[in-house]
């Protein structure tokens, strides 16, 4: 079931807000959260009940390790148990989601006309791979509070986030979970977190059904077609899927913390203006900030960090690229992608030890180039389409006008143009929502007028990019 859908808009949500209000009105929280359950495992299983058993061995298995875990006294056997658990997780992931393409390019390697498993992609194994890695390393460390199996089990299948995150780690939502009951906190019916999260809901719901759907239809031509498109289509539509993608994403993602807050649950923020950064490390700071910090926290400083020397640091910085980008899709398209970024980071890393610094303006524009290039990569579908599009964008196409697959004209630049002014220049939604005219009142008049235009323009409801990782 897809947030933009009229099914999820005008039959799912509003029957899970009442029987939410209705849950939350008991003296306990244990009804609320059974309840958000219940709603989160139909929402899941939409597309597909056979996923709905993964998620729930996973769930089982990942909370019995981790009180395992928590039991054991001896520092050997609890490492062990943690390096264990996180390898199960790991090797689910890897054969649901790698699997077929490590078979495909060992027979390509060695031709042996082995045959790839057909596996079907549970949704969202991804992200509750990882957030269940951080629940184990987190009763490692006995960093988790004292909670039960019912807190666990709405931490993990929470279907505002399930689906594409954020990717929300234990420490973020069980204290929400575990909190004393009052109104307006969690698990509760407040008409001023319903106000407010129906406010970002819109804005999410806008971002995608009115700004990313319809840049969608001028990406597909030029990244898909055989020929070199001429530079004219190539930077078109190297733009717009960077704004779609932009748009797509971050639209999921007020989405996601709209609908949370609407039951009282606080999500971390996952964007903050990235097309507005100055560097590649600042566009990591600012772009899916809950992947980065788990990159980081979880790869980068276990495998050295910067404590090892430069050329180490280089190394770290670029094996983290490396294994984001394949976490994102089994293609080597998303591994060179990744690649790219750690290159990148790698050589920025080196600038300023050399005291380069570049005025802001060139810094910015140079930045946001870097990485529009970078999602060629990340959108073609081959590595073959990816050279003909890069080649595309230095001009080997030809500069005509009106003479490749789509011929990006006055009517799409007339679009894409103000769309990159908005995000570049243009407060985003965490601004929005503090400015001072803030009001229950305000958030239903906008909510409003935004979900009208956007259900207005809701014909085929376009699946999340993010939904195939």
Known sequence: MLFNSYAFLFAFLPSVLLGFAAAAGRRSSTPAMAFLIVAS?????????????????????????ARWIERVRTPGVRRALLGGGMAANLAVLGYYKYAAFAVA??????????TAPQVVLPLAISFFTFEQITYLVDAYHRRLPRH??????????????????????????????????????????????????????????????????????????????????????????????????????????????????????????????????????????????????????????????????EWRTSANLLVTMLLGGLWHGAGWTFVLWGGWHGVLLGLERQGRRRGLALPGPLAWGLTFTAVTVGLVLFRAPSLQRAGVMLAGLVGAGGCAWDSGPYAFGAHEWKRILPLLALVWFAPNRQAIVAWPWRSDAAYAAAFVGLTVVAVLSLQRPVPFVYFQF
């Open 148 to 309: 039960g199996l019912l807190h666990y089990a709405t931490f993990l299948t929470f279907f505002p986030r399930l689906i594409a995150g954020p990717i929300v780690r234990p420490g973020e939502l069980l204290p929400q979970l575990l909190a004393p009951r009052r109104a307006g906190g969690p698990l509760s019916a407040d008409a001023g977190n319903l106000a407010t999260g129906l406010f970002i809901f819109a804005i999410g719901l806008f971002k995608k059904a009115v700004l990313a759907d319809t840049l969608s239809p001028w990406v597909g031509p030029v990244f898909d077609s055989g020929s070199v498109p001429p530079l004219i289509d190539a930077w078109g539509a190297a733009l717009a899927f960077t704004l779609q993608l932009y748009f797509d994403f971050s639209g999921y993602t007020d989405m996601a913390i709209g609908l949370a807050r609407m039951f009282g649950i606080r999500l971390p923020e996952n964007f903050d203006s990235p097309y507005q950064a100055r560097s590649i490390s600042e566009f990591w700071r600012r772009w899916h900030i809950t992947l980065s910090t788990f990159l980081r926290d979880y790869l980068y400083i276990p495998l050295g960090g910067n404590r090892h020397g």
């Open 41 to 65: 495992l139909l929402f899941y299983g939409w597309w597909d009940w056979r996923c709905v058993c993964l998620l729930l061995g996973s769930l089982a298995g990942n909370f019995a390790a």
């Open 105 to 114: 390019n060992l027979d390509a390697l060695f031709g042996r006309d082995w």
